[in-house]
């Protein structure tokens, strides 16, 4: 990156991705959808060159549209290179592969993994049904308690770890920088999925994470109308193996969805900012409730790790809210989600409208109720992803929603 754009401030470099200087003659100031799944070269030599070097031979290879997009996202997560890929779950696919593959082979070799016990849930089936079906010993510890954390990592080193800095829906907050540290004490590689915080609260890479993986359809696309996922390396070599992966698997991003995802990337800083400090006032707000027992929200004093997510948040919380109703019950909380309007009961988060999920029904309904209590998944908790509305018009909604309780 040239050293002027080395001192733009965060906001700016997410607006600004293009090349730079005067093009030669008119071009558009943003980049077009390509469709075209191939590239015509000036030469037979120019063609050889460009397999070389890798990318427009062909669309599974690399494409502009998909390629302004991982420039964009690289820039705001401070990283070496980023590869887009279909949807977030690919993109984690990779990045464990990616992480698993010792240096100097190209070759993903990995015997065990440490992941967080709360895990994005089809995440922690990816690691259970496919990675533990192939022999990888798959362990899980609470990435809130570092003390577990280093005893984990001490008692088995695992090839690599894989956390949320931002659990859902608990909304338990890691201290990422320092499970980079103990994790690479041991040899591994730490791997952060950054959905929930994105890059305006935390960038891993500059806590010492090695790959960082984003779920595009949430914050960073935003707007509910795309899915996608990115991977983003500190270094070449975990990158060369993400792209690797990438060519091979073939779950790469399509342009238009790219698009898509490129121009939430530019206002992503506006959302987020917007969502934080609605989030604070709705949180506020439910703790003042009589239907509520308990809210869950990093940005309130007795939030369990308020200090560990000040530290690393830059004193912004989030955009997600989570409580437990006083009545806890199925009855309850889908009289809760019923009266609802504006607050829209579906299955995604990080969209400019506030949403609300029921876990018990939603990302947790697999999970047999002994387990989901000892996690702390009551009957009465409700999720929030809230938006960027106005805050009153979230807080009104909201409480027609607990009057209905
Ligand atoms: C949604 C989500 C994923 C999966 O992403 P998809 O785009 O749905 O494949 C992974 N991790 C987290 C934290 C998520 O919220």
Same mark, same amino acid.
């Given at each position: 990156?040239?050293?002027?754009? /080395?001192?733009?401030?965060?906001?700016?470099?997410? &607006?600004?991705?293009?090349?730079? @200087?005067?093009?030669?003659?008119?071009?558009?100031?943003? !980049?077009?959808?390509?469709?075209?799944?191939?590239?015509?070269?000036?030469?037979?030599?120019?063609?050889?060159?460009? =397999?070389?070097?890798g990318?427009?031979?062909?669309?599974?290879?690399?494409?502009? $549209? &998909?390629?302004?997009?991982?420039?964009?996202?690289? !820039?705001?997560?401070g @990283?070496?290179?980023?590869?887009? =890929?279909?949807?977030?779950?690919?993109?984690?696919?990779?990045?464990?592969?990616?992480?698993? $593959? *010792?240096?100097?082979s !190209?070759?993903?070799?990995? /015997?065990?993994?440490?992941?967080?016990?709360?895990?994005? @849930?089809? $995440?922690? %089936?990816?690691?259970?049904?496919?990675?533990?079906?192939?022999g990888?010993?798959?362990?899980?510890?609470?990435?809130?308690?570092?003390?577990?954390?280093?005893r984990?990592?001490?008692?088995?080193?695992?090839?690599?770890?894989?956390?949320?800095?931002?659990?859902? *829906?608990?909304? /338990?907050?890691?201290?990422? $920088?320092?499970?980079?540290?103990?994790?690479?004490?041991?040899?591994?590689?730490?791997? &952060?999925?950054?959905?929930?915080?994105?890059?305006?609260?935390?960038?891993?890479?500059?806590?010492?994470?090695?790959?960082?993986?984003?779920? +595009?359809?949430?914050?960073?696309?935003g707007?509910?109308?795309?899915?996608?996922?990115?991977?983003?390396?500190?270094?070449?070599?975990?990158?060369?193996a993400v792209?690797?992966?990438? /060519?091979?698997?073939?779950?790469?991003?399509?342009? =238009?969805?790219?698009?898509?995802?490129?121009?939430?990337?530019?206002?992503?800083?506006? #959302?987020? #900012?917007?969502?934080?400090?609605?989030?604070?006032?709705v949180?506020?707000?439910?703790?003042?409730? *009589?239907e &509520?027992?308990?809210?869950?929200?990093p940005?309130?004093p007795?939030?369990?790790?308020h200090?560990?997510?000040?530290?690393?948040?830059?004193g912004?919380?989030? @955009?997600?809210?989570?409580f437990d109703?006083?009545?806890?019950?199925?009855?309850? +909380?889908?009289? =809760?989600?019923?009266?609802?309007?504006?607050?829209?009961?579906?299955?995604t988060?990080?969209?400019?409208?506030?949403?609300?999920?029921?876990?018990?029904?939603?990302?947790?309904r697999?999970?047999?109720?002994?387990? %989901?209590?000892?996690?702390?998944?009551?009957?009465?908790?409700?999720?929030?992803?809230?938006?960027?509305?106005? *805050?009153?018009?979230?807080? +009104?909604?909201?409480?027609?929603?607990?009057?209905?309780?």
């Amino acid at each position: 990156m040239p050293p002027e754009r /080395k001192r733009w401030h965060f906001g700016t470099k997410l &607006v600004h991705t293009r090349p730079l @200087g005067r093009p030669s003659g008119a071009t558009p100031t943003v !980049t077009p959808i390509y469709t075209s799944s191939t590239y015509l070269h000036p030469s037979s030599d120019a063609m050889d060159r460009a =397999f070389d070097e890798g990318d427009l031979v062909y669309s599974r290879f690399g494409n502009p $549209t &998909v390629g302004a997009l991982e420039t964009a996202v690289a !820039t705001a997560e401070g @990283g070496r290179g980023a590869v887009a =890929f279909g949807s977030g779950m690919a993109a984690l696919h990779a990045a464990i592969l990616a992480a698993g $593959t *010792p240096r100097g082979s !190209t070759q993903p070799s990995i /015997k065990r993994i440490l992941g967080a016990q709360d895990l994005y @849930g089809a $995440t922690r %089936r990816l690691l259970d049904e496919f990675f533990g079906a192939q022999g990888v010993v798959i362990d899980f510890c609470d990435m809130s308690d570092l003390a577990a954390v280093e005893r984990s990592l001490h008692a088995a080193p695992p090839d690599l770890v894989l956390l949320e800095p931002i659990s859902n *829906p608990l909304l /338990k907050v890691a201290d990422v $920088t320092a499970i980079a540290e103990h994790t690479h004490a041991v040899g591994a590689r730490l791997v &952060v999925d950054n959905t929930i915080p994105t890059p305006v609260l935390l960038r891993p890479i500059e806590h010492g994470a090695d790959l960082v993986v984003h779920s +595009a359809t949430k914050y960073l696309g935003g707007h509910g109308d795309a899915l996608g996922g990115v991977v983003v390396a500190a270094r070449q070599l975990p990158l060369d193996a993400v792209k690797s992966y990438s /060519k091979l698997l073939g779950a790469v991003l399509g342009p =238009f969805d790219a698009r898509l995802i490129s121009r939430g990337v530019q206002t992503l800083l506006l #959302r987020v #900012r917007q969502q934080c400090t609605n989030a604070q006032q709705v949180a506020t707000w439910l703790q003042s409730r *009589p239907e &509520v027992a308990r809210v869950y929200y990093p940005g309130l004093p007795d939030h369990p790790q308020h200090e560990v997510a000040g530290r690393l948040f830059g004193g912004m919380w989030g @955009g997600m809210v989570a409580f437990d109703l006083v009545e806890a019950n199925r009855a309850a +909380a889908h009289r =809760f989600m019923d009266a609802l309007d504006l607050v829209l009961p579906a299955t995604t988060l990080g969209d400019v409208f506030s949403l609300v999920s029921y876990p018990v029904v939603s990302s947790h309904r697999d999970v047999v109720p002994a387990e %989901r209590e000892r996690q702390g998944i009551g009957d009465g908790l409700l999720r929030l992803s809230i938006g960027i509305e106005e *805050p009153e018009d979230i807080i +009104a909604d909201l409480e027609a929603g607990l009057l209905a309780v």
